[in-house]
Structures are given as structure tokens and as C-alpha cells.
């Protein structure tokens, strides 16, 4: 149902997530994040509540692998579950529930973590993580060129409907938040095509929110 790849960025400590599912809505459930602290991709029968949860362990000092490691004491139904984690030094950890569903997979990479769950075939995960270990560019690039990759690979069993694309930085929000919520094809495509739009105006929503007086003009009637 969803295959997913969490990253960090060894240039700028960003922490990202890109991911994409044959149900709707898929970003609404499954990434978090916290700026400083890491990244959580709560996935296959998902409980958004362990998003939070594991969150909370690594930002008392706990590594990905401990966190993950409260999770069955946690969830009474962690057999269902599927999870990943990055930490802020990118560090990392993947939990599989013996009820995770289909054909699934997940790697550790350098600075990254990939998994799947009603994946077409298990090398899917390989090609998620060889790719995002492989390219440059910015975090955002790197996980979309992942996700395609992956898809080319072939993906999940069945057809893919939604997609996510989250990043945080230095601040408090997210720099990077952008959900494709349903298309009947090629979801991934779709979050590639809004990041290609929103990449050149990223700096200007920061520039405006930390110093208004800064910003380029708004683009709206009226303004100067």
C-alpha cells in the first residue's frame, strides 16, 4: 500500500521525507517530523500516533534503534506496523510487523532509510535507497529522484493514488510541505511537478515570515 524514503541532507541537516500510497491522502497520516530531532515514517496499517510518539523518544536522547524498539510496548497491534526513523545526525532504524502486508521491504542507507510494504517486488526498496544515496542536489531532488526510481522499478502491486513531500530546517514549520491527495495516475509525477513549481518560490515564504521587510513582492494586485 506504501513505500517511502526518509532523508537528511550532511550539508544543511535538513531532514525530509517523500512517500506515496495506493490510499488517499497519504501525507495527512504517515510523515512526520521535528526540526533538530528527526523524522518518523509511520506507514502499512498506520497509527499516526507512533509518529509523534517515536518522535518524543529521540528528543530525549534515544537513538532511531531505541525508539523503535518501545514501539510494541507502545501499539498493542505493533504486528500490523510498519516504520522507519532518521535522527539529526542521520541515524537510523526500520521496524517490520510480522502482519506488515504483501511483499515488503526495508534498507538503511547512508543518511537514509527506505521501506515498503504490497511492493511489486522487494528490490523496489533497493532502488529507492541506491538512488537517493547516488544523487545531488538538494534533499527535495533527492528524495522525488528517489521515488521515481523506485517507481521504475516497479513500485507498489497495485496503482498509487496519493503522494507527500515534507522538509524541515532551522525553523520551527515545515520549509518543504506538499501533498498530492488523490490523482487516478501517476501521483509522484504530480508532487515532482508542484516541487519544480514551488522550488524557486521556497526562499521567499522563509524570507517573508522572518523578515517581512526583506520579502520580493507579493505578486498580487496592489501590491508594489
Same mark, same amino acid.
Given at each position: 500500500?506504501?513505500? #517511502? ?13 517523500? +512517500?506515496?500510497?495506493?490510499? +488517499? ?15 518518523? @515514517?509511520?506507514?502499512? +496499517? $498506520? ?30 497491534? #505493533? ?8 535522527? #539529526? ?8 510487523? @510480522? ?13 537514509? =532509510? ?45 496503482? =498509487?493514488? @496519493? ?7 532551522? &525553523? #520551527? ?6 501533498? &498530492? ?31 517581512? $521587510? ?11
Amino acid at each position: 500500500m506504501t513505500f #517511502s524514503i526518509i532523508g537528511r541532507c550532511a550539508e544543511t541537516g535538513q531532514l525530509g521525507i517523500a +512517500i506515496s500510497s495506493s490510499s +488517499i491522502a497519504v501525507g495527512a497520516r504517515c510523515p512526520w517530523l521535528r526540526p533538530g530531532v528527526g523524522a518518523v @515514517s509511520t506507514q502499512n +496499517i $498506520t497509527l499516526p500516533a507512533l509518529g509523534s510518539h517515536v518522535l518524543d523518544q529521540l528528543e530525549s536522547g534515544q537513538s532511531p534503534e531505541q525508539a523503535l524498539a518501545t514501539v510494541p510496548t507502545y501499539d498493542r497491534y #505493533s504486528q500490523f506496523r510498519q516504520v522507519t526513523s532518521i535522527d #539529526s545526525q542521520g541515524n537510523t532504524a526500520f521496524f517490520s510487523g @510480522s502482519q506488515t502486508l504483501g511483499c515488503y521491504h526495508a534498507v538503511a542507507g547512508e543518511q537514509c =532509510v527506505g521501506a515498503g510494504n504490497m511492493l511489486a517486488d522487494s528490490r523496489v526498496i533497493d532502488a529507492l535507497v541506491k538512488t537517493f544515496e547516488t544523487t545531488g542536489g538538494p534533499l527535495a531532488d533527492r528524495l522525488i529522484a528517489a521515488m521515481q526510481a523506485a517507481l521504475a522499478a516497479g513500485g507498489e502491486a497495485g496503482p =498509487v493514488h @496519493s503522494a507527500a513531500l515534507k522538509v524541515v530546517g532551522d &525553523v #520551527s514549520w515545515p520549509i518543504i510541505d506538499l501533498r &498530492v491527495d488523490w490523482a487516478e495516475q501517476d501521483p509522484v509525477g504530480v508532487l515532482a511537478g508542484l516541487w519544480t513549481d514551488y522550488k524557486p518560490q521556497m526562499q521567499d515564504y522563509l524570507t517573508r515570515a522572518l523578515d517581512p $521587510t526583506k520579502a520580493p513582492s507579493y505578486g498580487v494586485p496592489g501590491d508594489e
